[in-house]
């Protein structure tokens, strides 16, 4: 089975920096996800690490190490916008992804 | 990316009914996710819609329940039967680019009273 951890709530204030980690274990691993998604809205694909290291693009990295079973997204420059739920999901097998329970970031001034 | 159009993207229903909804990409894609999202849930994968084969179900989830269409590489269907309030949920299609990237539709939120 699957088994993905990550802290259920967070809050950090605007320009700053947060890390949200995600822990997992899991058969056939074939990739790491993380997804934005705003409250009553579809998640949001933000990053997809398949080879440890880290991953960056604009205000938003991921990292990877497989080893480990660990995984964080490191948002930079928080703005009020990127107050949202972000889901850490692994991939396991062909195409099968499955969600850890989501940490919900509170962005304050 | 993938343009994912979902529709109805919402609706209320009455139990013991069923309802259809329906996933259009603008693009074929080989490997096309129905997932389910209750109430302050995380995502639950439903099954996996193979396109000329049976769907392929998680645990926990029935071809009864859910049967589920994918005639062609840009289309699928996913059918709510015999529906009860805990069934209420939003349900989102998603599909895999060539690149390993997994993309979701605007989802659909259904509730049964």
């Known amino acids: 089975g699957q088994n993905i951890d990550q802290p259920t709530e967070m809050t950090a204030t605007e320009g700053a920096i947060v890390q949200i980690n995600c822990t997992y274990q899991t058969s056939g691993f074939n990739g790491l996800f993380w997804y934005q998604q705003h409250a009553g809205e579809a998640p949001t694909f933000l990053s997809y690490n398949v080879l440890d290291g880290l991953e960056e693009k604009g205000r938003f990295s991921s990292f990877l190490s497989r080893s480990k079973g660990y995984s964080y997204l490191l948002l930079k420059e928080l703005q009020m916008k990127d107050s949202a739920s972000y889901l850490c999901a692994v991939r396991a097998g062909a195409n099968n992804l499955f969600f850890g329970t989501g940490t919900r970031l509170t962005v304050i001034p | 990316s993938a343009v994912i159009s979902q529709k109805p993207s919402r609706d209320i229903c009455q139990r013991g009914t069923s309802l259809t909804i329906q996933c259009q990409v603008d693009?074929?894609?080989?490997?096309m996710f129905w997932y389910r999202q209750q109430p302050g849930q995380s995502l639950t994968l439903i099954a996996t819609?193979?396109?000329?084969?049976?769907?392929?179900?998680e645990s926990g989830f029935v071809i009864d329940k859910f049967p589920i269409s994918r005639p062609n590489l840009t289309f699928s269907t996913l059918t709510v039967s015999n529906m009860s309030p805990e069934d209420s949920s939003i349900y989102l299609c998603?599909?895999?680019?060539?690149?390993?990237?997994?993309?979701f539709g605007e989802g659909s939120r259904l509730t049964v009273l």
């Open positions: 693009s074929q894609v080989t490997m």
């Open positions: 819609a193979n396109q000329g084969s049976e769907a392929t179900y």
């Open positions: 998603s599909v895999a680019t060539g690149a390993g990237e997994l993309f």
